[in-house]
């Protein structure tokens, strides 16, 4: 019986970015040339290289990875001959687990951080760093392998205690499964733990004009710019944080989302993209430009860097003008606050802006390929999804919603159009709350000066629906 064949080769990259094998180079004194392969007849250095053995078992050909290190490899290769042999004179042979070594879930969890550290983005990253050791804190002492779906659950509801919503528990339950299949862990929710992390998916949703034209009116010149920027050209976050003077073309009217690993961005799926702004815009940045000559930002924070607080910026403008809703609540440093006196209304959100953009544009009769293009989506059902809202509100479903109850109201309830009357008297708490207060707190938080004077104030803030803020007698 013929011994079967181990051969030791280098696995490199070449310069078209396709794997091959190559034979590896043996140096005058007989030892392996690290990470040295022999191509086209030449010897050429590898420092991305692998080893690997090839060999024939059970009738297939597998490819071991045996790791970077030459001296290793070589032992690795005769290791995997003396077992051949030993297997043909009929001796059992166990090989060592190729399972890893257990480690404390705390190490795999560092180790795991460099990684997404050097290859995912900044933000990524610190998502993985808030999560993970939350998580290792409720698996005390544990290995990645000893981790069950009993632990995963226990912090699930530990996080739901804290008060966070469904959405957030299951992003970060999604962190650490896939921490746990990195460490080996398959995955260990059943179906009907999977179901208890489900959560109630919000409608998309856009900003009215109404909303706009409220929040336009509050703003300051900073808020102002930044603000029609997001709902001008759709760009996501960290598209209009980056987004430098070099991106805005003059001359054509466009911003185009340039690449600039550099400066630590790079856009999402890798693609570039064009966007066209409107002639009022473009004047307005015009004008920015020449107030800020030496920025390279559009938008910097006071460091001159990218600004990593819009939105804490938004909902500070939007409780400024009053219009948050009411309704919210958050929970943030142990104390509970309301969107009627701080900033925390749910219902502004950077991601509307883009939302609205393609609203305006598919209201205003763009194709949906073409608003897809300017949006960066590589799914066109994304984008779809994106229009919900103006089919929602399109003249057509007014029709709809009017005509299927026409008859109920003219025919059945001829007292339409009903109105309701006050059952204050005119004097009561309820029409003074109706005037507007001074707007005391339109002194800006981020920098910028106010847009208006009180006096012009006053006049744009009569124009718009004035939110009024209740009392707690009512
Ligand atoms: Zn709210």
Known sequence: MRTRNVNLLLRIRETDGKRSYKCPVIAANGKLKPLYAVVNGKPEHHPEGVYCLRYSKSGKRVWEEVGKDAGKAITEKLKREQIF????????????????SKRNLRDAIHEYLERVGISRSRKTYGEFARVLPDFADVCVNKCPQDVNSYDIMHYANALRQR?????????RVARVTCFLRWAGVADLLDDADKRSLKYVKKTVDAYSVEELVALFAAATDKEWITFQFFVGS???EAEVAHATWRDINFSDHTFVVHDKPERGFSPKDSAERRIPLSDELIAALRSWRELHPHDIYLFPNKFGQPNGHFLRMLKTLALRAGLNCGECFSVGKGRRQTCLTSPVCEQFTLHKFRRTFATFHHEHGVPVTQIQEWLGHENIETTLLYLAISDARSEKSRRWANGSFKDLFARHLPSANKVFAPKYSPNSHLSKQMSIKPPEDINDQSGGNTRQSRQS?????TLRPVRLTPTNDL
């Open 457 to 461: 104030y006053y006049s744009k803030a």
């Open 163 to 171: 008060g966070l919503a469904g959405r957030t528990v299951a992003n």
């Open 85 to 100: 042999r030993a297997q043909e004179l009929g001796i059992v042979v166990v090989e060592a687990s190729k399972e890893p």
């Open 234 to 236: 759709g760009g996501r």
